[in-house]
Structures are given as structure tokens and as C-alpha cells.
Nanobody, 113 residues
Framework: QVQLVESGGGLVQAGGSLRLSCAAS????????MAWYRQAPGKQRELVAV???????NYADFVKGRFTISRDNAKNTVYLQMNSLKPEDTAVYYC???????WGQGTQVTVSS
């Protein structure tokens, strides 16, 4: 099993930045990619960014150029650097481990206008 713990959410003004962290533990050898998703009130959960075990990244169009996903293998941690935040980025952000199909508990990001 894989356990994921997110941190770093909070309240920020539009145009500001936040960095989310996701620490993995357990059977991390089974992970082939890590991803960030988000879910806004009344909306479906949507993919934000993915990073593979080889370091390849992919982003949703609505965050390209603003968000960056990265990983620190020594710390078993994945990050999501979010810049130029907009009110529409307000959501609960979830970390996910592909392979074992694990999810974190989510962290709230609120962007005020």
C-alpha cells in the first residue's frame, strides 16, 4: 500500500503563489507516475498535472505556463508550484499515485479576487 499526505494549501490573493507538497510512503516502488487533481465545488475532479517515474511531465491546458510539477526522489515527495493564481483555481487539490491507485486526503486552495 501507498500512503500520500498533502500539505501547502491555503488562502492567497489572485496573482499570488502557493506550493503544494505530497509525501509518499509505503510501497513506493509500485508507483509509475504521480499526479495532481483538483475538484471545485459542484464540479468533477479534473487532472492538473502528471509526472512520470522518468521525469516526463504533462499539464492541463488551463495551468500551462503557470503551474510546475516536480519531484524529489530522495524525499519521496512531489510538488506543485502554482504561480499567477486565479480565483477559478480555487478547489481541493488531491495528490494521486498511479500504479497503486492511491489518493491523498486533499488540501484546500482558495484564491481571492
Amino acid at each position: 500500500q501507498v500512503q500520500l499526505v498533502e500539505s501547502g494549501g491555503g488562502l492567497v490573493q489572485a496573482g499570488g503563489s502557493l506550493r503544494l507538497s505530497c509525501a509518499a510512503s509505503g510501497s513506493i516502488f509500485s508507483i509509475n507516475a504521480m499526479a495532481w487533481y483538483r475538484q471545485a465545488p459542484g464540479k468533477q475532479r479534473e487532472l492538473v498535472a502528471v509526472i512520470t517515474s522518468g521525469g516526463s511531465t504533462n499539464y492541463a491546458d488551463f495551468v500551462k505556463g503557470r503551474f510546475t510539477i516536480s519531484r524529489d526522489n530522495a524525499k519521496n515527495t512531489v510538488y506543485l508550484q502554482m504561480n499567477s493564481l486565479k480565483p477559478e483555481d480555487t478547489a481541493v487539490y488531491y495528490c494521486a499515485a498511479r500504479g497503486p491507485g492511491a489518493w491523498g486526503q486533499g488540501t484546500q486552495v482558495t484564491v481571492s479576487s
